[in-house]
């Protein structure tokens, strides 16, 4: 059964490594992407009360239904400071350092545990390290050229300078090869080292949660991390067992989605020994549910894994894994127009539907059902929401849709 309608959720939303949207315009994206979400499922929604601090920022959603109304308190989590910084180091020393985190990746063997996992996965992985290749081949060829025609070094070297020069004035932007060689770079640098910053924030944020599970009267607390911010979400959450060992179990429950996940991205390294530590405390505990929503055509996640046993981890609490398709959770227009933009599809896990599916973002953190109700039930909340909004019972769920096998189609 859906059980007892959510009417109060406290959400801390971690999103992934995103330097093109500024968290200063987060709100104006949610109130755009929410407007969706009102004409798919036949609801309203209200957004007021911005709140903006050095940890996160954070706003008042009101949702309603003909028989329900679900007040949220979305907390997004900053680490758009973290991202700008390393977007600010010298073009010389995001190369330098980028070819570091490229060799690093290749020669643990990471690469190769991508390769086995999820082939696209490692195709991204590659892509802007062959893209940046072929640029700096393309610049070699000019200088080539030049020496070709004219016989002089000198010309010859500065023709390829002058192509190497026009690479990263260009492709290097439009292709968004900086942002990319980021990433990665700060992935391997938490990998190995963690961050100060980020570790400082989730400290105080953790503290955050565990006051709000024994002192907020809300009927569930979620957690959602989106691609490498799923990462970041395992950390707070493993501060927080820290403080609390008895975390969602006492008072309000605790429920955490990890969508478009990146976790593999870390877990797979082979130096990530702290974090893999800490995905294994959160998921023995056994008050908080985990849930992993999984997608195909998604080049950004891993599809169709079970992310504790491709760790090496103990599999006795492995997460709920739900297999879904972007394909139908937007008209046909709309599809066509997105179907290669593979960062615009990795989004579409944080974005408003045009048709109602068994994954819905703003479902899953404004809406009545709890998150772990939806993600148990096959199909999502599809049979729990009457074409006019309201809210309808729903069959009790099979045992065997409760193990959740990443095989079952959500």
Not at 18 to 29: E, K, N
Not at 63 to 87: K, M, N, S
Not at 306 to 333: F, H
Request: proline content about 4%.
């Amino acid at each position: 059964m859906i059980g007892k309608p959510v009417a109060k959720r406290l959400v801390f939303h971690i999103g992934g490594y995103d330097p093109i949207t500024s968290h200063l315009s987060a709100q104006r994206r949610f109130v755009r992407e929410i407007a969706r979400f009102q004409r798919t499922w036949s609801v309203k929604a209200t957004v007021d009360g911005l709140r903006d601090t050095a940890d996160q920022i954070g706003w008042n959603v009101t949702t309603t239904g003909p028989d329900w109304l679900v007040e949220t308190d979305y907390r997004l989590v900053r680490w758009d400071d973290v991202i700008e910084a390393f977007g600010r180091r010298s073009i010389g020393s995001r190369i330098s350092v980028g070819i570091l985190t490229f060799l690093d990746f290749v020669f643990s063997g990471t690469l190769w545990r991508y390769s086995l996992t999820n082939w696209r996965y490692a195709g991204f992985f590659l892509y802007p390290f062959v893209m940046f290749g072929l640029l700096v081949a393309a610049a070699f060829l000019i200088g080539a050229f030049a020496f070709k025609i004219t016989g002089s070094i000198a010309i010859a070297a500065g023709g390829g300078l002058f192509g190497f020069a026009a690479a990263l004035a260009g492709p290097w932007r439009w292709l968004h090869l900086g942002d990319l060689f980021d990433d990665w770079i700060f992935s391997r640098e938490y990998i190995r080292y963690g961050n100060l910053e980020i570790e400082q924030r989730l400290d105080r944020l953790a503290g955050e949660l565990v006051a709000a599970a024994s002192n907020v009267a809300a009927d569930e607390i979620l957690v959602l991390g989106h691609s490498l911010g799923a990462v970041l979400a395992v950390g707070l959450l493993d501060r927080a067992l820290k403080l609390e060992p008895a975390l969602g179990g006492n008072k309000t429950p605790v429920t955490f989605l990890s969508v478009g996940s990146s976790i593999l991205k870390v877990g797979l390294h082979p130096k990530a020994i702290r974090f893999r530590t800490a995905m294994e405390r959160v998921a023995k505990s056994r008050a908080i549910f985990w849930g992993d929503y999984q997608a195909l055509i998604d080049p950004l996640n891993f599809y169709k894994s079970r992310p504790m046993a491709e760790m090496g981890l103990s599999t006795e609490n492995e997460t709920t894994v739900r297999i879904v398709k972007l394909s139908r959770m937007l008209n046909q227009d709309m599809y066509r127009r997105i179907r290669f933009h593979f960062f615009r599809l990795h989004n579409q896990f944080v974005s408003g539907n045009d048709r109602r599916t068994s994954y819905d973002y703003f479902m899953l953190t404004c809406g009545p059902v709890s998150a772990k109700s939806q993600t148990l039930a096959p199909d999502g909340a599809l049979s729990m929401i009457a074409g006019d909004g309201g809210l309808i019972a729903s069959a009790p769920l099979p045992e065997s849709e409760l193990l959740g096998s990443p095989g079952a189609a959500a």
